[in-house]
């Protein structure tokens, strides 16, 4: 069909996992356009770090999924015409006392054996990785195959390449309904557009999207502060976490104030290529209130002073504040629909959209040319919610 307004795969989200599918499905000769209701990386992709990191993601699926991204990440930094500030430098997650030693002693020894590159670090390594470090820290651990990128680069990277392989771009697009008779019918902000199959990568806005089909996405914005920090002489040359991140991240028990527990506040820190750096982080469910809390900044500020005291005299420049698209076992919803044939969903992946970008494009290629995929998507289906949830009902 030579109509313009109408693709083979029409993806309905610009963030940073809708460019990914947009490239990996236009790439392999399907053709697609992106449907995208602001401008390319205007939602989470442009408010979030650039970690594409393992060091940060439980045992097991979770880590594999990362770990077949940063391969994916290596080749496209060589595909893509247009660089992405793409550093592979290793990340390093610091303890703040002797039981987060010990957790981090076994969290390298699982990892090993799962056949990742982890090492444990003592007091002195710590100091070696920066002078600004705290004298008390006890040790942590490092990753050394973690990156980072720039993801509102990457995105147009992504698109750019995308379009040399036919890709149609559609931003400023907001979808008011999604119908299906035997093609979906879009209607956005824009016009009409028709497609055989629709991709919902649409991230925190996933349920909105799907309430239009009738489908219940299980997928809740979760907030985050980052605050900007000005350029000056590096204080890491590269990503650094708290163990208490993983703490929050999964909701385990930690020892921390009552603040810092309150707003769910660990340190990140992560130096741009620019010398900026960025300082996280927070988790707040407080639904899609953007706004940003002081009390939550001054815990953040506090939080990175516990691990450097000598930031006392930096300069924040601004902060900022995102959603995480949050779903209750941490892992993504990458999956066809069986109520919906044709509708897919790639979303949910929480603070780990950039780092799962790629393998989800390829998750989503394969289920749509209906190919092998690159690993067995089945822990990522939507069914496993309704199944968890029948014994409440019956």
């Known amino acids: 069909m030579t109509n313009g307004n109408h693709a083979e795969v029409a993806v309905i989200g610009g963030g940073i996992v809708g460019c990914a599918i947009a490239y990996y499905v236009s790439k392999a000769g399907v053709d697609c356009m992106l449907i995208e209701k602001n401008d390319v990386a205007s939602g989470t992709s442009s408010r979030c770090d650039g970690n594409i990191t393992i060091v940060d993601k439980d045992p097991g699926y979770d880590s594999k999924m990362s770990?077949?991204?940063?391969?994916?990440?290596?080749?496209?930094?060589?595909e893509l015409d247009i660089p992405f500030e793409y550093r592979v430098l290793g990340s390093i997650l610091v303890c703040d006392n002797d039981d987060e030693l010990e957790a981090a002693a076994e969290w390298v020894n699982i990892q090993n054996n799962a056949g990742l590159t982890f090492k444990l670090l003592d007091r002195s390594d710590i100091r070696q990785e920066s002078p600004y470090f705290a004298?008390?820290?006890?040790?942590?651990?490092?990753?050394?195959?973690?990156?980072?990128?720039?993801?509102?680069?990457f995105c147009y990277s992504l698109i750019d390449k995308a379009k040399q392989y036919g890709l149609r771009l559609h931003t400023f697009a907001?979808?008011?309904?999604?119908?299906?008779?035997?093609?979906?019918?879009?209607?956005?902000?824009k016009g009409t557009f028709t497609a055989k199959k629709v991709v919902n990568a649409s991230g925190?806005?996933?349920?909105?999207?799907?309430?239009?089909?009738?489908?219940?996405?299980?997928?809740?914005?979760?907030?985050?502060?980052?605050?900007?920090?000005?350029?000056?002489?590096?204080?890491?040359?590269?990503?650094?976490?708290?163990?208490?991140?993983?703490?929050?991240?999964?909701?385990?028990?930690?020892?921390?104030?009552?603040?810092?527990?309150?707003?769910?506040?660990?340190?990140?820190l992560e130096p741009t290529e620019s010398q900026n750096f960025l300082i996280g982080s927070s988790r707040q469910f407080v639904g899609y209130d953007r706004r940003v809390d002081?009390?939550?900044?001054?815990?953040?500020?506090?939080?990175a002073l516990r691990f450097f005291p000598k930031m006392?005299?930096?300069?924040?420049?601004?902060?900022?504040?995102?959603?995480?698209?949050?779903?209750?076992?941490?892992?993504?919803?990458?999956?066809?629909?069986?109520?919906?044939?044709?509708?897919?969903?790639?979303a949910g992946h929480e603070g780990d959209g950039i780092s799962l970008a790629t393998v989800t494009g390829k998750l989503i290629e394969a289920l749509i040319c209906e190919k092998e995929p690159i690993i067995p998507p089945d822990p990522l289906r939507y069914g496993r919610f309704a199944q968890v949830e029948e014994p409440a009902h019956s």
């Not at 651990?141 to 980072?148: A, F, G, Q, R, V």
């Open 67 to 78: 770990l077949v991204s940063q391969q994916l990440t290596v080749e496209l930094a060589k």
């Open 135 to 153: 004298d008390d820290i006890p040790g942590g651990l490092e990753c050394e195959t973690d990156s980072l990128i720039n993801p509102y680069l």
């Open 174 to 189: 907001e979808v008011t309904s999604l119908t299906k008779k035997d093609d979906f019918a879009i209607e956005t902000t």
């Open 204 to 268: 925190v806005w996933a349920p909105y999207i799907g309430k239009m089909l009738g489908l219940d996405i299980p997928i809740v914005p979760r907030k985050g502060h980052i605050m900007v920090g000005s350029r000056q002489k590096p204080v890491m040359m590269r990503n650094v976490m708290e163990f208490g991140y993983l703490m929050n991240k999964f909701q385990r028990e930690r020892i921390a104030d009552p603040e810092t527990l309150a707003h769910g506040v660990a340190l990140v």
């Open 294 to 303: 002081i009390d939550v900044v001054r815990t953040m500020a506090k939080r």
């Open 312 to 346: 006392d005299d930096f300069n924040i420049i601004r902060t900022y504040t995102g959603f995480r698209p949050w779903t209750k076992d941490h892992l993504p919803i990458v999956s066809a629909v069986e109520q919906v044939p044709g509708f897919y969903i790639a």
